[in-house]
Each structure stands twice: as C-alpha cells, then as structure tokens.
C-alpha cells in the first residue's frame, strides 16, 4: 500500500490517475508499493514476465540486451527510476 505521500506524488506524474473515478484510486493506492532499487541492478532481464506495472518516477534506468557473442547492446535509451508498481495491472487497465 502507498502512503498517502506517495499516491499524491504519484497522482501528479500521471495526468490519468487526476480524472479516475474514486474507487479506482482507492484500489490503486492499497494495491499498488513503492520500491527503491539500488543503482546499477538488474530490475528485469529477457524472457522475464510481468507481475505488475512498473511506474518510474526519478533516477536513470537503462536498458540493455546481451547479444548472442556476450556484448552488451544498448539502444541508447534511459527512463526515470524509483518506481511504485501495481500488483494487479490488468486491475487497472
């Protein structure tokens, strides 16, 4: 569950949770967590399935594949980091 801190915090980086419908809100916030994730750790690798929607709200992420040859690929993309994450996500869809 977020605190009410956090769902506020939230609520303002997603323009969508500003016009939801209450109950919707009410189960965001008991369902969804807030979790720090140390720099430089794997958050996912390939193949890995999604248990949840991962919202990313400050730091870095950067995304990387491992080629066939072991070398590292990177397309050059970063997203903000330090994320909560919905248990439910097709709760919410």
Known sequence: MLTQEQFTRISQTLPILQHADPQLLRD???QAFHAHI???RDVFAEGDEAQ???LLLAGVVRVYKISETGRE???CLTWKMTWSTARNP???L
Request: no cysteine; aromatic share 14%; proline share 13%.
């Open 52 to 54: 949840a929607i991962e």
């Open 28 to 30: 965001f916030q008991a």
């Open 90 to 92: 097709r709760k919410f």
């Open 38 to 40: 140390p720099a430089g």
């Open 73 to 75: 690929i990177s397309p």
